[in-house]
C-alpha cells in the first residue's frame, strides 16, 4: 500500500508519474553506470513476451536469426558518409585492451602499453559491421534476399536519460537484408513497417500511426526511414519502431555487390529495421494509470493473479479444492496464472500490489464465495468488479482477458483520435500545442519551415501519414504551397 | 560437393578439421575484429535452440531472467581482491565517449576532451556489478532467495581463440543467486551443476564427468568451483559448464547484509553459474565426422530433410501429393522439416550438404519410390540408408528421431568411458596423455604436484570427479600421500 500512495498522480506531474512508476512497479532502476539501467525480472518478463512475439513475426517473413560483434573498428564508422555523422559522435570507445595492478596495489590501472591500434566503438547500430560482412556472402542473386536480424545490446552516450525511453545502453533487434532491387528493397523496408504496427496495436494494444520521416529526421544513411509513431497520455509522441530503405549506400560504401541473372554486377539493395525495449516505455505510457500498470493480456506476465481469503487452515484447504481445477484448467489452455496464498501480506496489500503490477485480471475467493458458489472478479483496464459463478469461470476469464485486449486498443484509440486536429493557422497551432495532440498540418516540405516549428513550439514533423487522404494546400508557417500534411508533434 | 571434398579429416588434422566444418558448415566465421566471431544464421539456430531448452529448466529452479549494463566502472573490478586477479587483465576497456571528425574531415578521432573520469570495463562477467544492485534489493530473509538469470554477451581479450571455443567476444548466460545461508548456497550451485549435465547428456547426447576444480583451476572469487568435463573425439578434455559457489565474497566485497529471522544482520551466501556459445563447439568436437556434422535431434535446427527426385512436372506432383501429408503430420507434432524442392541444385550436391550441416534423418522420394509406395530413409548419425513403404513413415521418422538421440548418447558414452584409465605411475602417464583421454590419478593435493604435472605434460587437474569410488592412495608424482583420485588431461 505504502508504494501506491506514494505513486504521483499524472495529473500532478505526469513525468514523474512515469519516473516513480517504473520504480515502483518492479521494472527497471537507474544503474551505477551513468545513463545505464538494470531491467528487473518483472519488466524483463515483458521484455522477453514482446521478444517471443516479434521474434516469430519476423521468422513467418523469412527473417533468420544471427549475431554480429558488439565492437566495430572506427574506421567503418566513417564509410558512410550521412552515416557517421548520425553516430559516430556520441558513443563508447574503447582505447585499451588491459589493466594492471596501481603502484599502491590497492587498485587497477589502465596499462598504457595495451593501447589498441584501431580504436574500437561499443556499437550504436550495426549497418557498418553486417555490410562489412555481407560483403562475403553475397557473390550472385542466387544468394538474394538475404535477412538477417540480431537481438542485442547496443549503446548510444545519451546526454539526458529516460528509463526504457531513451538510456545509453539498451535492448533491441536490428533487421537487415540485402535485395537484388530497389522495388522488393523498399516493400521490405515497408513490410516490416507493418509487422511492427500489427505488434503494436494488437499485441501491446497500442495504436500508431504509420508514415514515413522528412530529410531532417530520417535515420543517417538512408533513403527512406518510415515510422511508427504513438500517442502518450500527455499527447507527446513516441516514435515506437522504424524501418529504413537504405537504397545502395551500404553496399556502396563496403563494396557488395552481386552478379545479376543478366550476369552484370550490381550493388546491393538494403533495408535496416528495429525496435527496442523503448517499447516498454510505450506500454507503460499508454494505459497506465494512477493506481499503476495496466499490462495488455498478450504481454502480462501474470494474466490472471488469484487471492485467497481464509482465515482457518480448514477454509483454506476448501478454496484450494474449488481453486485448484480453475487453475489447471487456464493453465493447460497456455495462460499465466499466479495462485498468491502466501499468509505472510494481507489482502489489501495483495490487491494494492497487482494493481500497480497491471495483472489484467483478479480473482478473489473466500469463505463466503465458497458457501454461495460464487468468485469476485477483478478486471485491471477498468478496475470494474463483479461476482461470478465458480462454475465455468475459467471460460469466463478466458473471454474476459481477450475483451480487455480489445477494449485496451479501443480506448486508446478512441483517447488518441480526439487529440489528432488539422490545423491550418499557426498562431492556434502554437496555442494548442501546449496541450499536447497530433496536428495535421500542411508543410512546404522545406527544412527552413522545419526548424522555425521547432525552435519556436519543440514540436517536430513526425510524419508524412499514410492511409490519410491527402489533398494540396498551403503551409501554415510559410504561406507557401504545399503537397500533403504532415503529423506534427512534441515527442520523447 | 566441393565444400564436402575440401572438409579436413580428423585423422589428419583434428585442429584443422574443426576450424574447417565450423565455416563450411556455416556455423560460424572470423569478423573483421580481432578474436570476435559473427554467429552465422545456422550457428545461431543451435545456440537459440540451446537456449530456449536451458531457459526452461532454469526457470523451473525459480531463476528468473534480467539484464544487467554491459559496462563496469573500474574501481568495481578490485573490490574483490582474487576476481580482480582474474579479470581485470584482459579486457575491453572504455576511455572515451565521443568521437569527432579529423581535420582532414575524411574520418573521425576520438575527441580528448571526452575523456571519462572512470573507465568502463566491457564486462568480462557480472558478478561486481550485480552484486552493487543486489545490495538495494535484499533487507531481509524475505528478499531471499533471490535467482537472477541474464543471457548477454561478454568480452575476454584472449590472445589465441578459436570459434565458439575461445573467442574475445562470446554469448553466455550467467545467474547469479543470493541466499540466507551457506547450505542453500551449496546446494544451489549443486542442482545447476545437475541442470547442466542434464543438458549435456539429454539434450546435446555428450556425457560429462561432473566434478569440483581443484583451488589453482578455481573461478576467482569462489569457494568451489563445480565443473562439468565433456571429452572431445581427440581425448583433450573441454570444460563446458561451471557452477561456483561463492561463500560471502562478494557479499562482503559490496555490502550486501540481509537481517535474518532472529533480527540479526548476516552476509548473504552466494553462487554463480554458466554455460556459453562454447556448447557449439563441445557438440561439434563430440559428435561430427569425416563428412560434417552430425547433430542431435534434440537440437538440430532441422530435424527432417526430404529431398523429391523428380524428372518430369507430372512427377513432382505425385511427389507432393504423396508427401506433403507426411510433412504435415512431422510440423504438426512439433517436428522441423525442410521440403528442399530448389530445381536448381542437384541431388547429390544436396545430399553432401545436409550431410555437412548435420540434419539428423534425411528422406528421398523418386519416381520409382512412388510406383513400389515407398521412400529411402538415411540417418546421419551412423549413416545407414533403407527403404520403407512410405505408409507409416511419419511415425517411423519420429520413433528414428528419439532413437538417434538415444544412440549418440550411447555411442559418445562408451567411445569415452574407453578413454578413461586409471593410472599410478607418471612414467606411464608421460606416455599415454600423448593419446588423449581422461587420467584419474591420485593427487597429494599441493599447487606444485599440478604446476610440475602441466608444465610437464601440459595436461591439467580437470576436477575431483563425483560418483567416483575413492580410496586413498599415493600421489603418482610426488609420492606423497593422497586422498582421491582426480581426473587429468589435456583441455581446450
Redesign the interface.
Known amino acids: 500500500m505504502a508504494e501506491l500512495k506514494d505513486l504521483t498522480k499524472r495529473a500532478e506531474n505526469y513525468s514523474q508519474w512515469y519516473n516513480d512508476l517504473v520504480v515502483k512497479a518492479d521494472l527497471a532502476?537507474q544503474?551505477?553506470?551513468r545513463g545505464?539501467?538494470?531491467?528487473?525480472?518483472y519488466g524483463?518478463?515483458i521484455?522477453?513476451k514482446m521478444q517471443q512475439q516479434l521474434d516469430k513475426m519476423f521468422k513467418a517473413t523469412g527473417a533468420?536469426?544471427?549475431?554480429?560483434?558488439?565492437?566495430?573498428?572506427?574506421?567503418?564508422?566513417?564509410r558512410e558518409a550521412e552515416h557517421?555523422e548520425g553516430f559516430?559522435?556520441?558513443?563508447?570507445?574503447?582505447?585499451?585492451?588491459?589493466?594492471?595492478t596501481n603502484d599502491t596495489h590497492?587498485?587497477?590501472v589502465?596499462d598504457p602499453e595495451a593501447k589498441l591500434e584501431e580504436?574500437?566503438?561499443?556499437r550504436p547500430t550495426s549497418e557498418t559491421?553486417i555490410w562489412?560482412?555481407y560483403k562475403?556472402w553475397i557473390q550472385s542473386w542466387?544468394d538474394l534476399p538475404l535477412m538477417?536480424n540480431q537481438w542485442?545490446?547496443v549503446?548510444r552516450?545519451e546526454m539526458r536519460t529516460r528509463p526504457f525511453l531513451r538510456t545509453s545502453?539498451f535492448?533491441w533487434q536490428e533487421g537487415h537484408t540485402a535485395h537484388a532491387t530497389r522495388e522488393e528493397a523498399e516493400q521490405e523496408a515497408q513490410q516490416m513497417l507493418k509487422v511492427y504496427a500489427d505488434f503494436a496495436e494488437n499485441y501491446m494494444a497500442v495504436p500508431v500511426v504509420q508514415g514515413v520521416k522528412s530529410e531532417t529526421e530520417r535515420f543517417a544513411g538512408a533513403l527512406d526511414t518510415y515510422t511508427i509513431e504513438a500517442m502518450m497520455q500527455d499527447g507527446k509522441a513516441l516514435q515506437s519502431g522504424t524501418s529504413h530503405f537504405l537504397g545502395q549506400n551500404f553496399a556502396k560504401a563496403f563494396d557488395v555487390k552481386f552478379l545479376n541473372k543478366e550476369n552484370k554486377e550490381e550493388y546491393v539493395w538494403a533495408t535496416s529495421w528495429g525496435v527496442s525495449t523503448r517499447l516498454i516505455g510505450a506500454l507503460i505510457m499508454t494505459h497506465s494509470d494512477d493506481n499503476g500498470l495496466v499490462l495488455p493480456p498478450a504481454l502480462a506476465p501474470i494474466q490472471v493473479v488469484i487471492v485467497p481469503i481464509a482465515g482457518k487452515p480448514e477454509q483454506k484447504q476448501k478454496v484450494d479444492e474449488a481453486i485448484i481445477p480453475v487453475i489447471s484448467k487456464l493453465q493447460s489452455d497456455g495462460y499465466s496464472v499466479k495462485y498468491d496464498d502466501a499468509d505472510?501480506k494481507r489482502p489489501g496489500f495483495k490487491f494494492a500490489d497487482y494493481e500497480l503490477k497491471g495483472v489484467p485480471v483478479r480473482l478473489v475467493i473466500g469463505a463466503r464465495d465458497l458457501e454461495n458458489g460464487t468468485i469476485e472478479v477483478m478486471r485491471r483496464d477498468t478496475l470494474e468488479k463483479e461476482t461470478r459463478p465458480i462454475e465455468g469461470i475459467a471460460e469466463y476469464v478466458e473471454t474476459l482477458l481477450a475483451d480487455i485486449q480489445k477494449n485496451m486498443l479501443v480506448k486508446a484509440k478512441a483517447w488518441r483520435d480526439a487529440k489528432i486536429h488539422e490545423c491550418d493557422n499557426y498562431e492556434e497551432f502554437k496555442e494548442k500545442i501546449k496541450e499536447g495532440g497530433f496536428f495535421l498540418c500542411h508543410w512546404d516540405g522545406t527544412a527552413e519551415t522545419e526548424a522555425k516549428i521547432k525552435e519556436e513550439t519543440q514540436a517536430t514533423i513526425r510524419c508524412v501519414p499514410f492511409g490519410y487522404e491527402q489533398t494540396p494546400g498551403t503551409d501554415m508557417v510559410s504561406g507557401k504551397p504545399s503537397k500533403a500534411r504532415v503529423i506534427i508533434a512534441r515527442s520523447y
Open positions: 532502476e544503474s551505477a553506470v545505464c539501467m538494470v531491467i528487473k525480472p524483463y518478463a521484455w522477453e533468420q536469426n544471427a549475431y554480429f560483434p558488439l565492437l566495430i573498428p572506427k574506421s567503418f564508422l566513417s557517421v559516430a559522435k556520441e558513443c563508447a570507445v574503447v582505447t585499451h585492451y588491459r589493466l594492471k590497492d587498485g587497477v589502465v580504436e574500437l566503438i561499443v559491421i562489412n560482412t562475403n542466387r538477417c542485442c545490446n549503446m552516450w545502453e535492448l505472510n
